[in-house]
């Protein structure tokens, strides 16, 4: 038997208190008896997995069909899951010297989300396999949009719902999931997840006043101390802060850079109430981070990445040598070259290089957008034969030695409205962009002579490093 510990506090959005049990206080804790490789993986659906289905709904019907986004939530979502027996043993509670069982999953629990999320997918399945119904799980919200002329009733409520959303309500209540009438909404215009989400218009928003709080939240988070030091805090601060910077990526996609330092200090640790040093490049990302919040509109305009890269506006080969750096524009016929910067990592040189040149281009292109104003560039797409820079471009995720170049990227991404695919391509059909980073200019010439007859190959040699950051 273990007794957990009780506490009465504050209750959002009223002056009354409530009772919370806490499993994480003490050394032996009951959160310290999960291991967490045991619950992790849980995934919860975002508003991406939502724009994705308005932006096919927009595919199916015609573009000026009328949308709702509806939401359904399960009454007192974790608390309906009971625990195992051998663990209700650990759940004691004590109140005037008198023991009670608490039965049932806790919001404080380590694994509670993992559990509740097992069961709401294996909710979901059965929805999309029984009723078609495709709703997005985040949480205790189901969420998703249909047309909005395509009605049904649902009888225990006596109103008329969004069809797929009285399919999911009556699913619920075949299996028994309680849920009351104020919580299931619909609208061409919702708040989903803390966001206002409008159907119609495509757009994602985040109210002003939330991205007020998000922005002084962060500075308060690494402001200097009286001693003009870096500041610490508790390792659950840290991971409170990354969960709150990964819901304004919602709004936010490209800004996914931000979190690399954070990620990359606190990822060994496990005791929450460690003290734990806000290091310079945390700082400086999320320094970073803040600056292209402060001056967004806090409104995401949905839009498809799913184009072809015929479909692109510039299409580039990059390639990189420890000789130096190639990129390779076939339909302009025009090559850059460099030599590679004088400070690079130690370890794994190549990659580095080989993500730089990606970066390097995007910076090419945005200057020459910027010297011919009558051309219009959207759609970039830059192929490479480096599969860690395929990887670290598409997710947007990588350690810190190599962030800075992602964050140059998505600087130009963001200041010139650019969309961008990188690709990657054998090495071997990527022979113009490897010559040129080898210097090797006459088989360059010759590659794009043989793939552009009549075309020749004009070659822009540049003996300074790329000016985008180096390894720090």
């Known amino acids: 038997m273990y007794s957990m510990p009780i506490h009465a506090v504050p209750k959002p959005g009223s002056q009354k208190l409530r009772l919370v049990v806490n499993h994480s206080m003490g050394e032996h804790s009951l959160n310290s008896m999960i291991p967490r490789h045991l619950i992790a993986g849980s995934r919860l659906d975002t508003l991406k997995n939502l724009g994705d289905h308005l932006l096919a709904l927009r595919g199916v019907h015609r573009p000026s069909a009328d949308l709702v986004i509806w939401k359904s939530d399960v009454s007192q979502a974790y608390r309906r899951l009971p625990m195992h027996p051998l663990w209700q ?30 069961f709401m997918g294996l909710v979901a399945w059965i929805s999309n396999r029984t009723k078609a119904t495709p709703s997005f799980v985040y949480i205790d919200d189901n969420f998703s949009a249909m047309l909005a002329n395509v009605t049904t009733l ?13 399919a999911l309500l009556e699913l619920w209540d075949v299996l028994r999931l309680s849920h009351e009438p104020a919580k299931q909404v619909f609208g061409r215009v919702l708040e989903v997840i803390g966001f206002e989400v409008n159907a119609n218009a495509m757009t ?16 308060e988070f690494t402001a200097l101390s009286s001693s003009k030091r870096l500041p610490r805090h508790a390792l659950r601060r840290f991971q409170q802060i990354a969960g709150w910077v990964n819901w304004a990526l919602n709004v936010h996609p490209l800004l996914k850079p931000a979190l690399s330092h954070v990620y990359d200090k606190i990822g060994s640790k496990t005791q ?27 409104v995401h305009i949905l839009e498809s990445m799913d184009w072809d890269v015929h479909d692109a506006d510039v299409e580039a080969f ?35 290089l080989e993500a730089l040149c990606v ?8 200057d020459l957008v910027r010297r011919n104003g009558s051309v219009c560039v959207r759609r970039i797409a830059i192929w490479t034969d480096n599969e860690n820079t395929f990887h670290i471009f598409s997710s947007l995720c990588a350690k810190p030695g190599y962030n800075e170049i992602l964050k140059s990227s998505v600087d130009i991404l963001l200041l010139n409205n650019f969309q961008l695919r990188v690709l990657l391509i054998p090495g071997k059909k990527n022979i113009v962009a490897d010559t040129l980073s080898r210097w090797r200019n006459d088989i360059a010439i010759a590659g794009h002579s043989a793939k552009h007859p009549g075309s020749t190959l004009l070659i822009d040699p540049d003996l300074s490093p790329p000016d985008v950051p180096v390894y720090r």
Request: proline residues 5%.
């Open 272 to 298: 929450l109430n460690a003290l734990v040093y806000v290091n310079h490049g945390i700082a400086c990302d999320l320094d970073w981070f803040c600056g292209h919040v402060r001056n967004s509109t806090g």
């Open 89 to 118: 043993l650990k759940q004691i509670i004590t109140i005037d010297g008198e023991r009670h069982i608490d039965r049932c999953n806790n919001f404080g629990n380590r694994g509670a989300c993992w559990i509740w999320t097992s």
């Open 204 to 219: 994602f928003t985040m109210a002003q006043s939330k991205q007020t709080e998000l922005l002084a939240g962060l500075q």
């Open 154 to 166: 649902y009888k225990p409520y006596g109103q008329l719902f969004p069809a797929d959303q009285t």
């Open 359 to 366: 970066c390097w281009c995007l910076h090419r292109v945005a």
């Open 318 to 352: 990059c390639d990189a040598s420890l000789g130096g750096l190639g990129i390779y524009f076939p339909a302009i016929g025009l090559g850059y070259q460099s030599a590679p910067p004088t400070v690079a990592p130690p370890a794994g040189v190549i990659f580095y």
